[in-house]
């Protein structure tokens, strides 16, 4: 009903312009216009137009005097609010037909950038409006800096406008709003002379290549059409200015690529490419050219059946794959589209198809003769070119002095790529009783978050940090089988532990995460050392975090022990002991838990928040431990932060009893009573009273490390010994309604504590289990739990936690540039390195020894139940005394 009114009103309205007096004017003039912004149907726009069209034609006397620079900037204004954006420069262009004059002109030129920059949001109307109203009325062109703004907006607008469907009606229609946009631009480079601005085509084209590496989306191909405008004799010094960005030239060759093939003017593209192409040669900058090749060749080469792009895309193809005539990484990425390429070049019979086909003939000769095979890869090439006799003998395909952006340290690279991608993951090479850390360093890399975050971390003034980012670059990247972990061990060998010796890999394990908190602390605070209770709680000594035992404290055996057992072990202990270990634990949060903060006082209602560093993020975890008096009701609350937990077997359980790492978790929250020389000192009661112990999880971390307590020591007989209960390592464990799955294990192998060796068992997102037994990287499925391999450090991981993505080496994450020059290095250092065992092992092939030498117990084969004939020296407060 509202729309035949408004159709009623709006016919009357258009019969009575005639007679309209002035004020009858402005209300109509108001309406039309209304209309024309903010119509909701294509009909009420066009009944706007109908009456601004009338009053333009019998009105416009009157109406001229109602137009002036207030309306222009009405309309283009920032404030304006309109549903019909794209009506705004239509509506300026039908002001300008009634009435022009300079001020209107300025106005427009002044306002019609920021009006575009606010106004298109994807919407290529509004440029295309734009674009017909400054073609028509040049004058309204900004002037001086102005200008340049200008063509620097259309070229982001039009980047941002969406890509059309690959279907040709749809594709049609945007080479045509193109036409009118190139039109403006190609006006706006033009002074007044006529002459083409140099200095404006180079700012076009600079905000071309910005819109390229800032766009989070994929740009529109439409830009294409904006390189049609240049004079082609301009291409090479826009090239040299495009280069001087010094970054996105990756991005930007490839996009040009990638335009080959959607845009209808290929032909047009490929000087752009090929321009591209030789500024980059000129700043040797091979890795870009290498990198876009790899990732755009197969698609190019594939294209080059298809006539309407042949002519562009068949010289870009033909200098990607001359310049890789040194490697066969290139050719082997068209190697399956050759036999369906020949074919269907051969069927057309065309003259720009006979020509392609001869290149192609020529480059498969070649490349196959430089690189011969002895298995079945060329057979289906070999049979294709059966047709191809006419074109044989085969010409050159390319010259030697051309540059080539692969040499033959790539190609040998190349060849030994294989050696990691059968392994998979990278090992560690023993440096000499090394398991204890190689074990753990490789749990750690296998720790998804941790591993990244420590790759993208700022490791400055952190020589830790920057050494296990180095590492996990390697494990990542390395084309080695294994690498030396030397300059870690230089900076995370804990205090004590002896070169050559084997040592505890939780007590290592945990060394190594203090000095990463502390590091990182140390650079990021003010003050390194905070006080509790007028006691110092964290410190630090060289960047080393002081534990909570010095050397002079090893001397004293009572103390050393009440920093080292956990609560759960107070029935062990006896006589003069039992008042010292009561009054430790009544002032402590010892409770087997691994402190973030190390022996602090505990207060009351909480223990100090610790920094939240990369480590605290991933490991760190809070409790509540409560003591209650039985006598007097007193209770002592605690809260505390750990990284890790240590899990006690219960008493009276035998070697052969089974056991869930569930029922171990549940054992060590279990309320404990303390009694009879285990009682608890009660500062109220002034003395030794049965009491409760419980222990409440408040914060569970998001990866879970258990640590088992399955190293004995007996202080009265002075005897050590390994604890060989068997434990079934659950996949899923819950912990304080939590689930965690796992996904690493250090394991101990050996029936001694004296001797042994230790390797992980860890599992990626593929979750197939593999053994990182030093060197040794396999597929290990299943796991062996049994005794004498025990479980010793569990890795768990919340079930929402990514883990570890299998390795794709053309997958892999970028590094920061600093981490792949590294990688570089240590791959032409060792490449190097097996060119020259290669020859040395020819030259002394004849002479080579009849015995084989010891092999390193480390080292390969299955976990050795010693690790390089040395005695392990574990650290007593990893002991169950």
């Not at 209300?27 to 706007?48: C, H, K, N, Q």
């Not at 073609?135 to 890509?163: F, G, K, M, Q």
């Not at 335009?259 to 047009?268: K, Q």
């Amino acid at each position: 009903m509202a729309d035949k009114m408004k159709k009623v009103l709006t016919a009357k309205a258009l019969q009575a312009i005639q007679e309209l007096d002035q004020e009858g004017c402005v209300t109509t003039l108001d309406i039309g216009i209304r209309l024309v912004l903010e119509g909701s149907r294509s009909a009420m726009i066009a009944e706007g137009w109908q009456i601004l069209h009338h009053l333009k034609e019998f009105q416009q006397r009157t109406i001229a005097e109602l137009l002036n620079v207030a309306l222009i900037e009405k309309l283009l204004g920032l404030e304006t609010s309109s549903r019909n954006r794209a009506e705004v420069p239509t509506l300026v262009a039908w002001n300008l037909s009634v009435l022009s004059s300079q001020a209107m002109e300025e106005a427009v030129g002044s306002l019609i950038t920021d009006f575009l920059r606010e106004s298109v949001q994807g919407d290529i109307n509004v440029l295309i409006s734009t674009s017909k109203l400054l073609c028509e009325y040049p004058r309204c062109i900004p002037v001086d800096d102005e200008r340049t703004r200008l063509c620097e907006v259309v070229i982001r607008n039009i980047a941002e406008v969406p890509v059309p469907k690959p279907q040709p009606a749809q594709v049609s229609q945007l080479i045509k709003q193109m036409q009118c946009i190139g039109d403006l631009l190609v006006r706006v480079w033009k002074d007044e002379a006529g002459k083409s601005s140099e200095e404006l085509v180079f700012r076009s084209l600079g905000a071309l290549h910005a819109s390229l590496i800032d766009l989070p989306t994929e740009p529109c191909p439409a830009l294409a059409a904006v390189l049609h405008l240049v004079d082609p004799h301009l291409i090479p010094k826009c090239v040299r200015a495009i280069l001087q960005a010094k970054q996105g030239h990756s991005r930007t060759l490839r996009t040009l690529c990638d335009w080959l093939l959607r845009w209808h003017r290929a032909a047009c593209l490929s000087p752009w490419v090929l321009a591209l192409m030789d500024g980059l040669e000129a700043e040797q900058q091979w890795d870009v050219l290498k990198e876009v090749t790899l990732a755009t060749v197969e698609g190019l080469f594939l294209a080059v059946i298809l006539p309407a792009v042949r002519t562009g895309v068949i010289e870009v193809v033909w200098r990607m794959l001359a310049s890789s005539r040194h490697s066969p990484q290139v050719f082997h990425k068209v190697l399956n589209n050759l036999p369906t390429v020949m074919v269907r070049l051969l069927q057309e019979g065309s003259e720009s198809s006979r020509a392609c086909l001869q290149m192609v003939v020529n480059m498969t000769c070649a490349m196959m003769a430089a690189f011969p095979r002895n298995d079945d890869m060329y057979n289906l090439v070999i049979g294709a070119m059966k047709d191809c006799s006419s074109f044989f003998p085969p010409g050159q395909f390319v010259s030697d002095d051309m540059p080539s952006w692969w040499n033959e340290l790539d190609y040998t690279m190349s060849c030994k790529a294989k050696e990691r991608s059968s392994l998979s993951r990278v090992g560690l090479n023993n440096l000499g009783n090394s398991c204890y850390m190689n074990s753990v360093l490789q749990a750690l890399f296998m720790t998804h978050r941790f591993c990244y975050a420590v790759l993208q971390s700022d490791v400055q003034s952190q020589p830790l940090l920057s050494e296990l980012q180095a590492l996990f670059a390697l494990l990542l990247h390395s084309r080695r089988q294994a690498i030396s972990p030397t300059a870690l061990l230089a900076v995370a060998r804990p205090p004590g532990f002896q070169p050559g010796f084997q040592q505890d890999s939780s007590e290592f394990l945990t060394y190594v995460l203090d000095v990463l908190h502390e590091q990182e602390k140390l650079v990021t605070t003010v003050s390194d050392v905070a006080v509790v209770g007028g006691r110092q709680h964290e410190g630090t000594e060289g960047g080393v975090m002081t534990r909570w035992t010095t050397e002079e404290d090893l001397s004293n055996q009572n103390i050393l022990q009440c920093k080292a057992t956990s609560l759960a072990d107070f029935t062990q202990a006896t006589g003069d002991d039992v008042h010292q270990l009561s009054n430790s634990h009544s002032s402590s949060t010892d409770s087997g838990i691994q402190s973030v903060c190390g022996d602090e006082v505990a207060v009351t209602a909480s223990s100090l928040v610790p920094y939240e560093s990369l480590v605290q993020q991933c490991f760190g975890g809070r409790l509540l431990i409560s003591f209650k008096c039985l006598e007097c009701q007193a209770e002592s609350v605690h809260t505390d932060h750990f990284r890790d937990i240590q899990l006690a077997f219960p008493p009276g359980c035998s070697p052969d009893h089974e056991l869930h790492i569930q029922d171990l978790l549940d054992y060590f929250v279990l309320p404990e009573q303390l009694s009879g020389e285990n009682q608890y000192h009660c500062d109220t009661c002034g003395g030794l009273q049965d009491a409760q112990r419980t222990i409440q999880i408040l914060q569970s971390p998001s990866h879970l490390v258990l640590t088992l307590k399955r190293f004995q020591f007996n202080s009265k007989t002075g005897q050590r010994a390994k604890l060989l209960h068997w434990v079934q390592c659950s996949e899923r464990i819950e912990l304080s309604q939590q689930l965690y799955r796992l996904y690493a294990a250090v394991v101990h192998s050996g029936s001694s504590m004296d001797t042994g060796h230790y390797y992980t068992l860890a599992r990626d997102e593929t979750l197939t289990w593999r053994i990182f037994n030093d060197s040794l990287v396999a597929p290990c499925n299943p796991p062996p739990w049994n005794p004498p391999d025990a479980p010793y450090i569990l890795f768990y991981a919340r079930t929402e936690e990514e883990l570890q993505p299998a390795v794709d080496m053309s997958a892999l994450p970028p590094l920061q540039s600093h981490l792949m020059e590294r990688v570089h290095s240590d791959d032409v250092e060792w490449l190097k390195g097996e060119q020259s065992e290669e020859k040395r092992c020819r030259k002394r092939r004849k002479q080579r020894p009849s015995h084989s030498p010891a092999r390193d117990s480390d080292n390969g084969g299955n976990p050795p139940g010693g690790c390089g004939g040395g005695s392990m020296d574990v650290s007593h407060n990893r002991f169950v005394f």
